[in-house]
Nanobody, 122 residues
């Protein structure tokens, strides 16, 4: 059974870069047809998908965050990371990593990390 665990700073200053790591156990991030996503939930709001890195290493980002987002991976550590630049208080949220696969044209998530709170504040 695959497990995901987010890690990283809980407090980031405005204009800095938010950096989080997701460590995956029980399965490889290079296994065919899985897409490894970052998703966030701001306080009082719904879930927002940020982007993914595919089993191939290809990436795809939400258009609204694309200019500030980089997702990369370290296959030797079975980890993938999120970098979100030029953060503002509006980037305050619980950040989740998740494993997904496509069902027809929909990306469905079957495993999630527990989430990590990131607050953007000076």
């Amino acid at each position: 059974q695959v497990q995901l665990q987010e890690s990283g700073p809980g407090l980031v200053k405005p204009s800095q870069t938010l950096s989080l790591t997701c460590t995956v156990s029980g399965g490889s991030i290079t296994t065919n047809y899985y897409y490894w996503s970052w998703i966030r939930q701001p306080p009082g709001k719904g879930l927002e998908w940020i982007g993914y890195i595919a089993y191939t290493g290809n990436t795809y980002y939400s258009p609204s965050l694309k200019s500030r987002t980089t997702i990369s991976r370290d296959t030797s550590k079975n980890q993938f990371t999120l970098q979100l630049s030029s953060v503002t208080p509006e980037d305050t949220a619980v950040y989740y990593c998740a494993r997904g696969e496509y069902s027809v044209s929909y990306l469905c998530f079957d495993s999630w990390g527990q989430g990590t709170q990131v607050t953007v504040s000076s």
